[in-house]
T-cell receptor, first 111, second 115 residues
Framework: GQQLNQSPQSMFIQEGEDVSMNCTSSSIFNTWLWYKQEPGEGPVLLIALYKAGELTSNGRLTAQFGITRKDSFLNISASIPSDVGIYFCAGRETSGSRLTFGEGTQLTVNP | NAGVMQNPRHLVRRRGQEARLRCSPVKGHSHVYWYRQLPEEGLKFMVYLQKENIIDESGMPKERFSAEFPKEGPSILRIQQVVRGDSAAYFC?????????????FGPGTRLTVL
């Protein structure tokens, strides 16, 4: 089955710093998604990417769909305390099919 | 608009009991997915259902687990004769269809604890 390697596993940063995390896959995905999960809640969709090479922003978040279709990264600029949470990448092979999730990046932002 | 609703939010069962987890998708969504999350891990796909049909159950354990999405009412994930290893958070997601931009939106999850 597909495997997603997400790194880093955790990050401890100061407020105002930029953050970068990435995912690599053993197989090709047609869609890459980035979710954020806070304690006791379900994942919330942040950004969806549908084309190789696509670069999409959502406020201070920017994500890219790698041209090989086997990787994606997420950048968060000028981090703030409410950015704290676990960020997951997820890939999907075809429309409507299951999502394969990475293991998550735990982000801690120190004020 | 209400999002995906799951209940109960927390469920405690003793070994050997049955657990029934319910999921009401976003109104108008006809596709439901169930995922399981162990502590400090990512979500793992279990089953994908449309109304009255199981489309993909390749992530579901062969025994004790079953899922349904009836014509009327919520989707149900049923775990029979629970064991301690079933303790996890179970998330339901729904989407409106199969188009490329029909993404999955997640509920708040049910946290199952097996004593």
């Amino acid at each position: 089955g597909q495997q997603l390697n997400q790194s880093p596993q955790s990050m401890f940063i100061q407020e105002g710093e930029d953050v970068s995390m990435n995912c690599t896959s053993s197989s090709i995905f047609n869609t890459w998604l980035w979710y954020k999960q806070e304690p006791g809640e379900g994942p919330v969709l942040l950004i969806a990417l549908y084309k190789a090479g696509e670069l999409t922003s959502n406020g201070r978040l920017t994500a890219q769909f790698g041209i090989t279709r086997k990787d994606s990264f997420l950048n968060i600029s000028a981090s703030i305390p409410s950015d704290v949470g676990i960020y997951f990448c997820a890939g999907r092979e075809t429309s409507g099919s299951r999502l394969t999730f990475g293991e998550g990046t735990q982000l801690t932002v120190n004020p | 608009n209400a999002g995906v609703m799951q209940n109960p939010r927390h469920l405690v069962r003793r070994r050997g009991q049955e657990a029934r987890l319910r999921c009401s998708p976003v109104k108008g969504h006809s596709h439901v997915y169930w995922y399981r999350q162990l502590p400090e891990e990512g979500l793992k796909f279990m089953v994908y259902l449309q109304k009255e049909n199981i489309i993909d159950e390749s992530g579901m354990p062969k025994e004790r687990f079953s899922a349904e999405f009836p014509k009327e009412g919520p989707s149900i994930l049923r775990i029979q004769q629970v064991v301690r290893g079933d303790s996890a958070a179970y998330f339901c997601a729904s989407s409106p269809g199969l188009l490329s931009y029909n993404e999955q939106f997640f509920g708040p999850g049910t946290r199952l604890t097996v004593l």
